[in-house]
């Protein structure tokens, strides 16, 4: 990495790019590794050609480099998150009977339930796998051993996190505090990636804890996001997510300001099918109780503690891209709620 003190947001860009890339392309080799029938390969190739995630290998790498450690001794866990990642979410495709997702037909969609189950399993099984390349790797088999530890706590959390959700599905009685631990629970990848980031780069106790909060924090930055984004339908899925999934949280706000605004958004929500326009009323009921304000306040709270544990790592480039990390995620979440 360059030794500039205050990289700008086109070095953030190309060194978040560089790590991530790195590991996309291991992805796409493990995750055909192995297979010999060309059904399950083509499967695969579309899981490959669509998926590229960005956020967990970079978080997971720069968390390694921010306690002195090497980029690369983070890379098998960084892959191991990326593969998990993408079994949990053909998972999650599968509870939320979602067969588009961004546009897009998802491998549920394109494969049906069976295919994209089977899929799904197979990815967090080689995310597993990627264990045996790190202890092949480390002289320190008790620090792979803490590593599955903390990937085990996590795969737990989430599955709790899914569970509650799918048990408030169109629940706008769901107390506010009760949703925001569900929010708060589904971020545990988030929390693992940079905790385990620290634990390969042989972080102090107090900076594996530090990055630990700051991965979670961060983690629920971006789950309030999707919330808005959400909400504000543009995509045009936002009854499905309420039937499937649970209610946004700037809706839930909404319908717990009032009796008045509850059984109104109640009745659009029960309603045995939408247009358009009913979705244009639950945004309004957003904007007229200051629903998003709320979010936006809940995110601004969670991006200062961040920071403030970020802070309490030395000074490095590493820090200051984790920094920018924040404020990017952030940023996406403030202008949406403009």
């Known amino acids: 990495m360059p030794r500039n003190k205050d990289p700008d947001f086109s070095q953030f860009i190309e060194l978040y790019n560089a790590r991530s890339e790195r590991i996309n392309e291991r992805f796409k080799q493990v995750t055909v590794s192995g297979v010999s029938d060309y059904k399950l390969l083509a499967i695969l190739g579309d899981v490959n050609g669509y998926w590229k995630d960005l956020f967990r290998p970079a978080l997971t790498s720069f968390s390694c480099e921010a306690v002195g450690g090497e980029p690369e001794m983070a890379d098998d866990a960084a892959l191991m998150f990326t593969l998990a990642s993408a079994g949990f979410g053909i998972h999650d495709d599968i509870l939320d009977k979602s067969e588009y997702k961004h546009l897009r037909r998802t491998i549920l969609g394109l494969h049906g339930i069976d295919s994209a189950l089977l899929v799904g399993d197979l990815l967090i099984a080689k995310a597993w796998t990627v264990f045996h390349e790190m202890v092949r790797k480390t002289r320190r088999p008790v620090k792979i051993a803490d590593v599955i530890e903390e990937f085990g706590k996590s795969s737990v959390e989430i599955c709790e996190a899914e569970l509650m959700e799918t048990l408030h599905r169109k629940d706008l009685n769901l107390d506010l505090e009760c949703y925001k631990s569900i929010l708060w629970k589904a971020m545990a990848e988030t929390e693992a990636c940079s905790k385990i980031g620290a634990m390969m780069g042989e972080g102090q ?33 936002l009854f499905h997510r309420i039937e499937f999934e649970s209610v946004p949280l700037p809706l839930l706000y909404a319908a717990n300001s009032s009796a008045e605004k509850y059984e109104k958004i109640k009745e659009l929500v029960e309603k045995p099918s939408h247009d358009p326009l009913d979705a244009k009323l639950l945004l309004g009921f957003c904007f007229e109780t200051e629903a998003f304000a709320y979010v936006r306040s809940l995110a601004r709270e969670n991006k200062k503690k961040a920071t403030h544990k970020l802070h309490s790592l030395r000074s490095s480039d590493a820090r200051q891209v984790l920094s920018m990390l924040v404020e990017r995620s952030y940023a996406r979440l403030d202008s949406l709620c403009i």
């Open 205 to 237: 106790v107090d900076e594996v804890q530090a990055l630990a909060e700051f991965g979670r924090r961060i983690g629920f930055i971006s789950r309030l996001a999707d919330d808005v984004e959400d909400c504000l339908n543009a995509e045009g899925d």
